[in-house]
């Protein structure tokens, strides 16, 4: 144990000492964070990107109750929708579920070719479907409500009327009836924003059917957006849980940068003949990694709050972070031991800055990732552990979730950080310490 806290204490100081590492670990992520925050830090509420071609999970909670028609009624609107040719029985079983089955049949709505874009997944309660949203299980969820065969219906009345001039319904009584339908979704999720859109176009096709083509529904219907968050965020604020993945990264560069000194100094060498085992320099340099991360992530975090004004959603959100940030030290310091390993030691020092790039736009927060489900909730990209961090900080900064809501992301992140820290110390035993 006074091996392990004399080097890291020893590291330390060698950081703190070498002003051009101070600079890369904490003055540049600073500047980054502040200035993306003036380059994005518009009043838009959420991302709309290009369509991505991808076939989007779909939550319905369908509440449409069916409207009582006498006979003489249901044969002569029957007519018509025999006419529209539709699948489904709507008349019995109400034009919700008449909508549902049309989008399961793409050939009922899409042009020629297309092929389904929604897996559609039915649920109970808004509860249930609100943690599907959460979660990511569904890209959002469509609330269809209780006078949507009603609204439905009045649209088809109006269209008989005016083609045929002959209304089957009292106008007087039955004239336009205005519903809304509602999309619940999280903003910063950019497979929102896209299944959302193409979500509008579907149910605009479907609504073509029953009243005039052309004709804007909006007039009938409303599309309210809900986000399942307490607060509406601009284009930086969603993009930050992926800017504290990039600064996490950016902080290995310090432990890199000392590695890589020490392994071209021989000083590795000379600790080994004086007894200090691989054990002891692998704890130490965890706690010099731990220390560098956490004074990072601090002072970005109170930039952040104090002075860019992130709408903090609980007091102990802060608190939170830095306790996320102490899991992704074990994937840093493989990283920082694999480039020591490998490079000089001014390389050492930029490597993991420049890597970080990449590897921030896979935690999925700066473009949707595509979703590989392999088992259960568990995705593809879990095996990497910047994912996971992404997925956690997303969630406590962005959805204000419980605990409860990330402690698989957090165990997915000790495994796959363990990984790579068992392969990035393997690389340096091998290339460096041997």
Request: charged share 15%.
């Amino acid at each position: 144990m006074n091996y392990t806290l004399v080097y890291a204490i020893k590291c330390l100081k060698q950081t703190f000492r070498n002003m051009e590492r101070v600079g890369i670990i904490f003055i540049v992520p600073v500047l980054f964070i502040v200035g993306m925050a003036v380059l994005y830090g518009d009043e838009s509420s959420f991302v709309i990107v290009d369509d991505s071609g991808d076939v989007y999970t779909l939550g319905i909670l369908n509440q449409d109750e069916i409207i009582s028609l006498n006979s003489d009624k249901i044969a002569q609107f029957q007519l018509v929708i025999d006419e529209i040719g539709l699948s489904g029985d709507p008349l019995t079983e109400g034009f919700g579920n008449e909508f549902i089955d049309s989008m399961n049949n793409s050939n009922q709505l899409l042009p020629k070719g297309e092929r389904r874009r929604f897996e559609i997944i039915e649920f109970l309660s808004l509860e249930t479907a609100s943690k599907a949203v959460q979660s990511r299980f569904v890209s959002l969820c469509l609330i269809i409500p209780e006078d949507f065969s009603l609204s439905v219906i009045t649209g088809l009345n109006h269209r008989i009327n005016v083609s045929k001039n002959i209304a089957i319904l009292n106008t007087s009584e039955y004239y336009y009836t205005e519903t809304n339908i509602e999309l619940i979704g999280d903003f910063s999720y950019a497979r929102f924003s896209e299944a959302s859109i193409l979500l509008a176009g579907t149910l605009q096709s479907y609504l073509d059917h029953y009243w005039i083509s052309g004709l804007p529904t909006n007039t009938f219907l409303n599309i309210e957006h809900e986000s399942i968050a307490a607060l509406r965020f601009n284009e930086f604020e969603i993009f930050t849980p992926a800017l504290l993945v990039f600064v996490l990264i950016s902080s290995s560069t310090g432990v890199a940068g000392i590695i890589g000194y020490e392994r071209e100094q021989g000083t590795i060498d000379r600790l080994k003949l004086g007894g200090f085992s691989v054990r002891s320099f692998l704890n130490g340099l965890t706690l010099t990694q731990l220390v560098t991360t956490l004074s990072t992530m601090t002072l970005v975090l109170l930039t952040l709050f104090f002075w860019l004004d992130y709408p903090v959603q609980s007091q102990f959100q802060g608190i939170l972070i830095l306790t996320m940030s102490i899991f992704a030290v074990l994937p840093l310091l493989g990283i920082s031991l694999a480039v020591a390993a490998t490079t000089d030691g001014q390389m050492s020092t930029y490597l993991p800055s420049m890597i970080a790039i990449p590897l921030t736009f896979l935690t999925g927060n700066f473009i949707p990732l595509p979703h590989f489900r392999l088992l259960g909730d568990i995705q593809l990209w879990h095996l990497n552990p910047f994912f996971c961090i992404g997925e956690v900080l997303r969630k406590i900064m962005i959805l204000n979730s419980e605990p409860t809501g990330f402690i698989l992301d957090i165990i997915l992140l000790i495994v796959s950080g363990s990984f790579i820290f068992i392969i990035g110390a393997l690389i340096f035993i091998k290339k460096a310490y041997n």
